[in-house]
């Protein structure tokens, strides 16, 4: 079987889609299975690649590389595959709550979305919540849907001892995850605590923008929060292994990654409680209610200096880790791309070269 890959994401900096990928591919390379197959990455030879070259130029390097199967992992692909397509839809969040993206930005996913999953042979997502997410906001039936789990692995840190403890937040800044609030926090549990610091690592997507470094600087610890739009893998473990804290305040996601990475490095989470948290994570995490500064400043405090909390949510991490795995991801997406693949008509090149 060949398998045509919609690559945009691996080009640049690997965020979400991009490192979701790059663990699938690598775990491919990993899994007998996977070996009888040809996987041929498809990316523009310049810039990002938007909807024109998805739609017109992607079908096209699609049957130049005579694949059987098409994998678009990043929520939209072509509205008429030339081959069977397998889509990727991690979320909803602009069908679900549209007053988060501009007019034009709404507009292009939720139409790109929706006829990309009424083409597609599979639609894959990353947790049953989103499942029903897709449902009741595509109108995608429920059959062609499945759950697929992201995997996670620990950074391979060693937990480094300091005197500083560090709060931490991963992931690109969007209002829904309320960074502001999790400053206003930091700052009221700082005024107490001055050996703490927070470590913001995302890209600001915020839509309307907010300004996070002037938020920073209103909270009067500025020279305590260290924002960076992008760190490198090697960063990024260094950043879990000094951790002493690890908050995501999200109202709306398909599955929540780096929460997980977290735990997986050692460091106790504070999430927002949200359906698909406690989907995800279990009771391995310290919930707040709602984004409120005050909960934000007492759950921080938890699982920062009470050691019976910080134990509770790390002895509960190793069975929910447990159900994370990318060979299980990897061979899952592999049958959906494998079942979708044999709906080719009669006469079509055969699956296996």
């Known amino acids: 079987m060949r398998v045509a890959i919609d690559a945009r994401e691996l080009h640049g900096k690997p965020t979400g889609v991009g490192r979701f990928l790059s663990k699938l591919r690598a775990a491919w390379q990993a899994i007998p299975e996977a070996l009888a197959h040809e996987f041929i990455t498809l990316a523009p030879e310049r810039g990002t690649g938007g909807t024109l070259w998805e739609q017109r130029v992607l079908p096209r390097l699609v049957r130049k590389a005579d694949a059987d199967v098409l994998f678009a992992p990043a929520y939209?692909?072509?509205?008429?595959?030339?081959?069977?397509?397998?889509?990727v839809i991690h979320d909803v969040s602009f069908?679900?709550?549209?007053?988060?993206?501009?007019?034009?930005?709404?507009?292009?996913?939720?139409?790109?979305?929706?006829?990309?999953?009424?083409?597609?042979?599979?639609v894959i997502t990353v947790s049953e919540f989103s499942k029903r997410e897709i449902v009741a906001h595509l109108g995608i039936d429920a059959s062609k849907i499945d759950v697929v789990y992201e995997g996670?692995?620990?950074?391979?840190?060693?937990?480094?001892?300091?005197?500083?403890?560090?709060?931490?937040f991963v992931g690109s800044i969007f209002n829904r995850?309320?960074?502001p609030e999790l400053i206003g926090g930091f700052a009221r549990l700082a005024r107490t605590r001055p050996e703490l610091q927070l470590?913001?690592?995302?890209?600001?997507?915020?839509?309307?923008?907010?300004?996070?470094?002037?938020?920073?600087?209103?909270?009067?610890?500025?020279?305590?929060?260290?924002?960076?739009?992008?760190?490198?893998?090697?960063?990024?473990?260094?950043?879990?292994?000094?951790?002493?804290?690890?908050?995501?305040?999200?109202?709306?996601?398909?599955?929540?990654l780096t929460p997980l990475e977290a735990l997986a490095s050692g460091v106790p989470v504070v999430l927002l409680d949200t359906p698909v948290a406690r989907e995800v994570c279990g009771n391995a995490?310290?919930?707040?209610?709602?984004?409120?500064?005050?909960?934000?400043?007492?759950?921080?405090?938890?699982?920062?200096?009470?050691?019976t909390?910080?134990?509770?949510?790390?002895?509960?991490?190793?069975?929910?880790?447990?159900?994370y795995s990318w060979n299980t991801c990897a061979r899952r997406v592999l049958d959906a791309l494998v079942d979708a693949a044999s709906r080719r008509p009669k006469g079509s090149a055969p699956l296996v070269r």
Do not use: C, K
């Open 177 to 179: 995850r309320h960074v």
């Open 199 to 256: 470590e913001i690592v995302g890209d600001n997507r915020t839509e309307p923008y907010l300004d996070i470094e002037r938020i920073a600087r209103d909270s009067g610890f500025a020279e305590r929060v260290h924002i960076r739009f992008y760190v490198s893998d090697e960063d990024l473990q260094r950043l879990y292994a000094e951790a002493s804290a690890f908050v995501f305040l999200s109202e709306y996601e398909g599955f929540g």
């Open 95 to 122: 069908a679900a709550h549209p007053e988060w993206f501009g007019w034009r930005e709404g507009v292009r996913r939720r139409t790109t979305a929706r006829l990309a999953a009424r083409a597609a042979a599979r």
């Open 285 to 307: 995490a310290n919930y707040v209610s709602r984004p409120d500064p005050l909960l934000i400043e007492h759950a921080l405090a938890a699982v920062l200096f009470e050691t």
């Open 309 to 323: 909390e910080r134990e509770r949510i790390l002895n509960a991490s190793t069975e929910i880790l447990r159900r």
């Open 76 to 87: 939209s692909g072509p509205i008429f595959p030339p081959v069977p397509m397998v889509l």
């Open 152 to 168: 996670v692995s620990s950074f391979g840190a060693t937990r480094a001892s300091t005197e500083r403890r560090t709060i931490l």
